[in-house]
C-alpha cells in the first residue's frame, strides 16, 4: 500500500461506542384513567362530566372495558405522553412509520456532530431467519455467529466513523459527511403520543401471548415498546389492563 492509498482508507476510530440495550424516559405526562372517563361521560352528561375527574376511575372500570371491547376509540385520546427515545436509526425508519397520533422531533446530522455510538445485538439477539418471508421464525445463532456479528459490525462502525471524521477534518458540511455513517448508529428522538396511538403501536410491534393478532415485530423496536409499555401501565392501570383483557387491540 502506497502512502496516497493509506491517506485514502481512514484509520479506525478508538472512541467508538458500541450498545445493545435502547433508551427511553418518560419526559413528560398529562395522562390518567380518569381522561378516558369524563372524555365517554360527555356524550351523556355534558358539561357534568368533568366530574369525573375528582372521583376514583375504579369505580369506572367497566365502562373502560367497555369501550374497549367494542372498540370506542376516541375517549383513550384525551391524553399525552412524551417520551425520550435513544435507540438505532433503523428503529426509527420503522417507528416513523406510525404517524396518526404521533409527533417526532429527532436530532439532526445536518446541525451536530453525530455521535460515535453504535448498536451491537448482544447474546440474547436471535440471529438466524429460517422459513419463506410471510412464514418464519427466528431461531438462535452459534456463539461463532454471535462473534462474527460482534467482530464485522465492530470494524464496520470503526471505519465508517473515521471516514465521517475524515470529511468533516476536510471542511465538509455535517449534511454530506453524515452519509458514510450506517443505519446502526444510535439517533435520539422526542415522540409524544396517546394512549389510543400507543396501543396500536404496541399491538404491531410487541408480541404477547394475550394478543388477538399475532405480530412479528423486529426485537429492537420490541424492546422501545417494552419500556414505553411499563411507563404508560403505571400511567393508566385500568386502560393498560383493559388492553391486555382484549386482545391488544387498539380501539
Not at 69 to 74: A, L, N, Q, T, V
Not at 154 to 162: E, L, R
Not at 222 to 242: D, F, I, N, Q
Request: with cysteine; proline share 6%; net charge neutral.
Amino acid at each position: 500500500m502506497t502512502a496516497a492509498d493509506h491517506d485514502r482508507n481512514p484509520t479506525p476510530h478508538s472512541d467508538v461506542e458500541t450498545r445493545s440495550d435502547v433508551t427511553v424516559e418518560l419526559v413528560k405526562s398529562s395522562a390518567s384513567d380518569a381522561d378516558v372517563l369524563f372524555a365517554a361521560r360527555v356524550s351523556t352528561l355534558g358539561e357534568h362530566s368533568l366530574d369525573e375527574l375528582r372521583k376514583d376511575p375504579e369505580r369506572s372500570k367497566g365502562l373502560i372495558n367497555y369501550l374497549m371491547r367494542d372498540r370506542h376509540g376516541s375517549p383513550f385520546e384525551h391524553n399525552s405522553m412524551t417520551f425520550f427515545v435513544s435507540a438505532p436509526i433503523f428503529v426509527f425508519r420503522e417507528f416513523m412509520r406510525h404517524r396518526v397520533g404521533w409527533s417526532y422531533n429527532e436530532e439532526s446530522g445536518r446541525y451536530r456532530e453525530l455521535q460515535p455510538v453504535f448498536y451491537t445485538p448482544d447474546a440474547s439477539r436471535k440471529l438466524v431467519q429460517e422459513g419463506r418471508p410471510g412464514k418464519y421464525v427466528f431461531v438462535e445463532g452459534t456463539p461463532s455467529q454471535h462473534a462474527t456479528v460482534r467482530d464485522v459490525l465492530s470494524d464496520s462502525y470503526q471505519q465508517a466513523y473515521a471516514a465521517y471524521q475524515k470529511l468533516l477534518a476536510e471542511g465538509v458540511a455535517r449534511e454530506v459527511a453524515r452519509a458514510v455513517l450506517p443505519v446502526g448508529l444510535f439517533s435520539s428522538m422526542y415522540a409524544t403520543c396517546n394512549a389510543r396511538s400507543l396501543m396500536h403501536f404496541l399491538g404491531l410491534r410487541t408480541q404477547h401471548e394475550l394478543a388477538k393478532v399475532p405480530s412479528f415485530p423486529q426485537r429492537e423496536i420490541e424492546m422501545v415498546g417494552e419500556k414505553m409499555e411499563a411507563e404508560w401501565a403505571r400511567l393508566m392501570p385500568l386502560t393498560h389492563a383493559a388492553f391486555n383483557a382484549n386482545g391488544r387491540v387498539a380501539p
